[in-house]
């Protein structure tokens, strides 16, 4: 053989030997604390790295992301602008996933093992259960306790410690002012069940998230009492999402909505030319605190260029976009979201974690409770 072979592998090792020797100087050099997390989540089957230089240093091994997501695609130019701004090796490509029948089938491809051009999903509140199998288990969590990613621990599932929350969403009252003063509109939601209210005077949605995310605070008897009565007020049920209603609102076409968030509401509003539409936020504030939820699959090719994408999606700058142009949809764990600043010093019903895994169990029984009549069986 040549002698430039020789040098070729001598080169080779030289340098695998280096990239060792750096992989086993972070591990000596890293905090007792964070050798400790280390230890306690490999016991647990969990990934851990004990820096962030050595994540950034496979993600640029790597050299690319492919991102399934359920925000809107309003917000992926500007986040992939700035993602590239701090890492320029990776070339990321952002697609969005919505819609139940796109979702189940997605999930009986992930559970096939048919997901191959992935390294993310949006992981639907409703088929929650369905993905940690296919998650690959980085614990995240203790990377953010540990300072390793910068991320809000509670946007990170407590428990998985592998899904991350990237957004929150306010329930709302919409109201036209023009046809109902603010001090005549109601102030408590015991006020939706005075006389006054009664007979077709108000909209509520029958998806009834507004009313579920009163479960964390209320409890669910009191919730589903509370559903029994507002139905026997006779509002006017409405179930094709609230862009609608908030435009009759501001029409003047009803004069009061229960069921909108308060991101529908603040679009309906820039685009109200009357200046009839508004809204108020009634305590307990029904919150999900956590929404829109991702993971990093198990199949990913680019899982280290994930981990980079989730730590820039709870960054101040990549939750800023997502409160531009989902709009107002950021994270109430970041101190200058809108919807933090919105709920700050206010009750909340916060449906966390804890709750998003019960949560489509209580929309069905709050469904039920507001006695829709069923139909009859064939004989």
């Known amino acids: 053989m040549k002698l430039g072979y020789f040098k070729a592998v001598g080169s080779s090792l030289i340098l695998l030997s280096l990239a060792s020797w750096v992989a086993a100087s972070s591990i000596l050099a890293a905090d007792p604390a964070v050798l400790q997390a280390k230890k306690e989540a ?9 820096t962030h ?3 950034v240093a496979m993600a640029k091994k790597e050299g690319k992301l492919r991102v399934m997501i359920g925000l809107e695609p309003a917000n992926y130019k500007p986040w992939i602008n700035a993602f590239k701004q701090r890492y320029p090796f990776i070339d990321t490509y952002v697609e969005e996933i919505t819609g139940t029948d796109a979702l189940q089938r997605f999930i009986l491809e992930m559970k096939s093992g048919q997901v191959k051009a992935w390294d993310t999903t949006s992981i639907a509140p409703e088929f929650r259960q369905d993905y940690p199998p296919y998650l690959k288990k980085h614990d995240i969590l203790g990377m953010a306790k540990q300072g390793v990613l910068k991320i809000h621990p509670g946007m990170i599932h407590p428990v998985e410690r592998n899904i991350v929350s990237f957004g929150s969403a306010l329930e709302a009252i919409a109201y036209n002012r023009k046809l109902l003063s603010e001090d005549k509109a109601p102030a408590k939601w015991e006020d939706f069940l005075k006389p006054e209210f009664k007979g077709k005077k108000f909209v509520l949605d029958i998806q009834c998230q507004g009313l579920a995310a009163l479960v964390p605070a209320w409890g669910l008897e009191k919730t589903l009492d509370f559903a029994r009565k507002l139905a026997a007020q006779q509002p006017v049920w409405w179930g094709g999402g609230a862009s609608r209603v908030n ?16 991101s ?9 030319r009357t200046g009839s539409l508004s809204y108020k ?4 504030i029904p919150a999900r605190v956590v929404d829109q939820a991702s993971g990093i ?11 980079l994408w989730f730590e820039f999606l709870a960054s101040p700058e990549g939750q800023e976009i997502i409160d531009k142009y989902e709009p107002l949809k950021a994270s109430v764990f970041t101190p200058g979201s809108v919807v933090a600043q919105e709920v700050r010093g206010k009750e909340l019903s916060g449906v966390d974690w804890d709750h998003v895994n019960k ?21």
């Not at 529908?264 to 109200?272: E, G, I, L, P, Q």
């Not at 936020?281 to 307990?284: G, N």
């Not at 198990?298 to 981990?307: E, I, R, W």
Request: aromatic share 16%; no cysteine; charged share 25%.
């Open 42 to 50: 490999e016991a647990k089957g969990y990934i851990f790295y004990t």
């Open 53 to 55: 230089d050595e994540i």
């Open 247 to 262: 435009t009759s609102i501001a029409a003047g076409e009803y004069s009061l909505f229960w069921g909108p968030t308060f």
């Open 264 to 272: 529908s509401v603040k679009r309906a509003m820039a685009k109200d």
């Open 281 to 284: 936020l009634i305590a307990p």
């Open 297 to 307: 699959l198990n199949t990913a090719d680019h899982p280290h260029a994930a981990l």
């Open 359 to 379: 949560f489509q169990g209580y929309i069905e029984k709050i469904f039920a409770a507001f006695g829709f009549p069923k139909a009859d069986k064939k004989k």
